[in-house]
């Protein structure tokens, strides 16, 4: 049968995967490998090991088809031949049921299932996060959003519907727009003539706390693909950019990417803020962003093969980097600048764990903090926390 060929393709690739590189990093080069593999099966293939990495740490004895059947049941994937054989295969039915009925089945079927061991770090989530919502959001794939520029908005919505793409505009953010996971967005012209930024819509929401900021002088320290710099370019007049990675690469697509969207105001350099701020010697600045290297734990819904992955050890390196790196950039911040910290991370020792010592070592005054997409299914999850230098 069909479906029993695409099984041992799904196991095959699963057997293969060593955790890095990233998981959509490794099948997209699986699948350049097998350049005859149609786009039907890419997808398949994707759903199946996602599925499978779903599970977390639950049920880890049994076949591994058989964790992928239970996966998929639960992440509640119907309308394919390939699954629902999976199911009949191991008496799953219900799949039509909601997640909390889905997961109710299973315990009866599965009595060593617990919810638990889908996201198994629940003594290290952070009071701003919901565990048992951690649990369950780790079975839904998260929608794509995206920011899209004020004067351009028009102009976006008339692409996306000549191109019969649904799409939502956020209620509360109406430059914010979300569509289905899976949605390709990148060949668009509005896109290439950067007329909206692929942003997860809690990474725009985390900019959202800042006061009125006209003229200012900011530096995103750790500025990665830019688009927290190319949401502060759209929102504050008279904005003068200073943006630091350590990656070079990173910095010359930030670069293309600023010159497509018109933000003129800016300078690059390449630097290690762990190290030191040698590159901002003689800046003061009147905001600063530190979107800092994290686990990534509040995406991992997206990226569920982390929960496999991850060393809790990784918490205490990321830790001391996110120390380094705050030490160094804070000492140019002006007498009542703003400084922004954010992680993608929901555990307290990459957040709030670390938080209160540095505003006391640096005379901070703690202005707000927040969990971010907390109990929200379709978003990733962040922390934010707002200081200001008296």
Same mark, same amino acid.
């Given at each position: 049968?069909?479906?029993?060929?695409?099984?041992?393709?799904?196991?095959?690739?699963?057997?293969?995967?060593?955790?890095?590189?990233?998981?959509?990093?490794?099948?997209?080069?699986?699948?350049?490998?097998?350049?005859?593999?149609?786009?039907?099966?890419? @997808?398949?293939?994707?759903? +199946?090991?996602?599925?499978?990495?779903?599970?977390?740490?639950?049920?880890?004895?049994?076949?591994?088809?058989?964790?992928? +059947? &239970? #996966?998929?049941?639960?992440?509640? =994937?119907?309308?394919?031949?390939?699954?629902?054989?999976?199911?009949? @295969?191991?008496?799953?039915?219900?799949?039509?049921?909601?997640?909390?009925?889905?997961?109710?089945? =299973?315990? /009866?079927?599965?009595?060593?299932?617990?919810?638990?061991?889908? $996201?198994?770090?629940?003594?290290?989530?952070?009071?701003?996060?919901?565990?048992?919502?951690?649990?369950?959001?780790?079975?839904?794939?998260? !929608?794509?959003?995206?920011?899209?520029? %004020?004067?351009?908005?028009?102009?976006?919505?008339?692409?996306?519907?000549?191109?019969? &793409?649904?799409?939502?505009?956020?209620?509360?953010?109406?430059?914010?727009?979300?569509?289905?996971?899976?949605?390709?967005?990148?060949?668009?012209?509005?896109?290439?003539? #950067?007329?909206?930024? =692929?942003?997860?819509?809690?990474?725009?929401?985390?900019?959202?706390?800042?006061?009125?900021?006209?003229?200012? $002088?900011?530096?995103?320290?750790?500025? #990665?693909?830019?688009?927290?710099?190319?949401? !502060?370019?759209?929102? =504050?007049?008279?904005?003068?950019?200073?943006?630091?990675?350590?990656?070079?690469?990173?910095?010359?697509?930030?670069?293309?990417?600023?010159?497509?969207?018109?933000?003129?105001?800016?300078?690059?350099?390449?630097?290690?803020?762990?190290?030191?701020?040698?590159?901002?010697?003689?800046?003061?600045?009147?905001?600063?962003?530190?979107?800092?290297?994290?686990?990534?734990?509040?995406?991992?819904?997206?990226?569920?093969?982390?929960?496999?992955?991850?060393?809790?050890?990784?918490?205490? @390196?990321?830790?001391?980097?996110?120390?380094?790196?705050?030490?160094?950039?804070?000492?140019?911040?002006?007498?009542? #600048?703003?400084?922004?910290?954010?992680?993608?991370?929901?555990?307290?020792?990459?957040?709030?764990?670390?938080?209160?010592?540095?505003?006391?070592?640096?005379?901070?005054?703690?202005?707000?903090?927040?969990?971010?997409?907390?109990?929200?299914?379709?978003?990733? %999850?962040?922390?934010?926390?707002?200081?200001? /230098?008296?």
């Amino acid at each position: 049968m069909r479906e029993d060929a695409q099984l041992r393709t799904a196991l095959s690739l699963l057997a293969s995967y060593t955790g890095k590189p990233s998981l959509p990093v490794f099948l997209k080069n699986s699948f350049r490998e097998h350049p005859n593999m149609g786009s039907r099966d890419r @997808r398949l293939y994707t759903a +199946a090991i996602y599925a499978y990495y779903r599970m977390g740490k639950a049920l880890p004895d049994l076949p591994r088809e058989q964790r992928i +059947a &239970i #996966g998929a049941f639960l992440s509640g =994937i119907s309308n394919q031949d390939f699954f629902t054989n999976l199911y009949t @295969r191991y008496s799953l039915e219900g799949v039509d049921a909601d997640l909390e009925q889905r997961l109710l089945l =299973i315990s /009866k079927a599965y009595p060593a299932f617990k919810t638990t061991d889908l $996201y198994p770090f629940l003594t290290n989530v952070s009071r701003y996060f919901n565990a048992v919502h951690l649990q369950h959001a780790i079975l839904v794939q998260p !929608l794509v959003w995206i920011r899209v520029k %004020k004067s351009q908005q028009l102009a976006v919505q008339a692409e996306l519907e000549k191109n019969a &793409i649904p799409y939502q505009i956020d209620a509360s953010m109406p430059q914010t727009v979300s569509f289905a996971s899976g949605v390709s967005l990148t060949k668009l012209q509005s896109f290439e003539k #950067g007329y909206f930024e =692929i942003q997860d819509r809690s990474s725009q929401e985390s900019l959202s706390i800042l006061p009125a900021l006209k003229n200012s $002088y900011a530096w995103d320290v750790c500025a #990665g693909s830019g688009g927290k710099s190319l949401q !502060l370019a759209d929102t =504050i007049e008279g904005l003068k950019l200073f943006c630091t990675d350590v990656r070079k690469s990173i910095l010359d697509n930030l670069q293309i990417r600023f010159r497509k969207a018109g933000v003129k105001n800016f300078s690059l350099f390449e630097a290690d803020l762990a190290v030191s701020a040698k590159a901002a010697t003689g800046k003061k600045f009147d905001l600063i962003v530190a979107d800092v290297p994290c686990s990534g734990s509040g995406t991992w819904a997206r990226n569920p093969d982390r929960v496999s992955f991850f060393d809790k050890k990784e918490m205490e @390196r990321y830790q001391a980097l996110q120390q380094g790196i705050i030490s160094n950039a804070l000492p140019t911040l002006k007498s009542g #600048g703003y400084f922004v910290y954010i992680t993608c991370s929901v555990f307290k020792q990459e957040n709030e764990g670390i938080v209160d010592a540095f505003a006391k070592e640096h005379g901070l005054s703690i202005l707000s903090m927040q969990g971010i997409g907390a109990e929200d299914f379709t978003v990733d %999850k962040l922390f934010v926390a707002l200081f200001q /230098k008296p």
